[in-house]
Structure formats: C-alpha cells, structure tokens
C-alpha cells in the first residue's frame, strides 16, 4: 500500500508546525523519520494516520484521499502505535490486543476462531505470550509497548505507521521488534531516535528540522558527517559497511546541550 503526501502542513495558531511536507512510502517499504525532539515527527505521522488534518495539502492511501474514507476502512489498511499511549481500562494483556480486531467486528460479524488466531499470532510475534494473561497495570514500559505493537499487528493493517516504537524496550526487543516490521510484507514508517538503527532497517529515511522536511533518501545517502551536524548539532563518523549501510559514531562533546 502506498502512502503519499503532498505539501502538508499544520499549524497552531500562528506557529507553523509541519511545514509543506510531501512524501511518499512505496508498498513494502520501510520509511524512517528522523530528527531532533520538536522537530515535527509525531504531528506529521498524526496527519498519516488521518488523526489530524493538515491545514493545507493532503495525504492519499492508494491514490485515495484520507478524508474520503470512512474511520472503518481506514483502521482496515492502517494501524498506529502512539508514542505515549495508555488505557485506564481494566483489563489483561490478551484484552489488549484483542482491540485490534474492533475494525473487522460488528453485525454479522462476531468474535470468531480467526480473532483468537490472529490475536495469539500477534502476542507471539512480540514475544508475549506468556504474559497473555496478565493485567495491564502490572505490566512494565517495555511490555506494554509490544503489546501496543501486537495489537496494531492484529489489526492487520496494509500500513503501520510507529512513533519511536522502540522507546522503554530493551535492546534484544528493540532490534527484535524492527526486524519483525521489517519482514512484513508491509508498508512501515517509523519515527526513531536512534540512527544507527535507522541506517540498519530503514530502506529510505526521511530527515524531519523545524516542521520541514530536509532530506529524503537511502541510509547511506541522507547519513552523513554533515547532516548530522547541521540537523542534530553533534559530531559524528559515518563508516561504511562492507553490506552497504552505514554505522555512525559519535564523539562525546563538552558542553553540546549548551548550543
Ligand atoms: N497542540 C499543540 N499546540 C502547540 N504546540 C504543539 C502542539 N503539538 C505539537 N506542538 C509543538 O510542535 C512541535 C513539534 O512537535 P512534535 O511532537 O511533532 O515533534 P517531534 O519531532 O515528534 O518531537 P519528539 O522527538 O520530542 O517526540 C513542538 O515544538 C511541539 O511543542
């Protein structure tokens, strides 16, 4: 499935927060967003997933504008991890992820051996399976943010949209969790903070400064020396890697919150 924008942008008030955006992730691919906090990530992932509405241009599914499909259908192509979402309800991890399956229930259409299916499947994938059962306020950052991940899986989405979805997971299901995004057969765009595992999954990655977007491409052409500087003001290496990605290095520099 493919998703495109073209010039959008959203603004509060008089402060200009995503500013004339137009992308495009190709079906099957994996889209990184990057840059620094502020920079406009969650606003505009929020206009790709139809939660909100650019104030100018616009965002088309297949050719097909966000605003012309019903909320239904759109949770049937797409799915969205949140950077912080939560739930007060009571209810166990199982509960959870079952709530991806809401898009495809309703008259004529109850619970059926599948939703138990694909709701297993997508406790497995992330590895909690074992804790299927357990209530949700008992459970840690990291687990609840894959079952966050499991319950957009169940939803079974064309395209999965993520805001730092590795954030509270600890290294082995940081790279565990990419992978499996990465292995869908589905279109993925991700807001990360850690650029060495944009440069490791990303097939391109789009670089977010001030609400713009300022550079679009492969790992490899968009991580350099030099953006890295002028977009996140810190020093770093870019070494090419024998498989055609890039690992950065960063030094460590005095004073570098200090502008
Ligand atoms: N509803 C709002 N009202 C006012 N300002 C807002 C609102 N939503 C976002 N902003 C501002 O817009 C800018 C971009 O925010 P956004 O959350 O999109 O950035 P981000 O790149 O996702 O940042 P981070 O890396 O910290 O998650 C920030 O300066 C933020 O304070």
């Given at each position: 499935m493919r998703l495109a924008t073209k010039d959008v942008t959203w603004a509060v008030g008089p402060a200009t927060i995503v500013d004339g955006v137009s992308l495009s992730a190709e079906p099957g691919e994996f889209l990184g967003i990057i840059g620094p906090n502020g920079s406009g990530k969650t606003s505009l992932i929020a206009m790709l997933a139809g939660l909100r509405r650019p104030r100018r241009g616009t965002v088309e599914l297949d050719g097909v504008?966000?605003?012309?499909?019903?909320r239904r259908h759109l949770a049937q192509k797409l799915a969205l991890v949140e950077q912080q979402a939560e739930t007060a309800e009571r209810m166990s991890a199982r509960q959870a992820v079952e709530l991806g399956r809401t898009p495809y229930l309703g008259l004529g259409h109850p619970w059926s051996e599948l939703d138990d299916a694909i709701v297993a499947r997508a406790l497995a994938q992330v590895d909690m399976t074992p804790l299927?059962?357990?209530?949700?306020?008992?459970?840690s950052g990291g687990e609840r943010q894959r079952l966050h991940i499991a319950r957009a899986l169940a939803q079974q989405p064309r395209l999965l949209l993520l805001d730092?979805?590795?954030?509270?997971?600890?290294i082995r299901h940081q790279i565990g969790i990419l992978d499996l995004v990465r292995r869908l057969d589905l279109t993925v765009i991700a807001a990360l903070h850690d650029l060495n595992h944009a440069a490791l999954f990303c097939d391109r990655i789009a670089v977010m400064q001030a609400g713009r977007l300022v550079a679009l491409g492969t790992p490899v052409e968009v991580l350099t020396q030099r953006l890295i500087a002028g977009v996140f003001g810190v020093e770093a290496a870019v070494e090419r890697q024998e498989n055609g990605s890039c690992h950065i290095r960063f030094h460590a520099t005095a004073g570098a919150l200090s502008g």
């Open positions: 504008p966000l605003s012309a499909l019903s299927a059962d357990r209530n949700w306020h008992t459970l730092e979805p590795t954030n509270h997971l600890d």
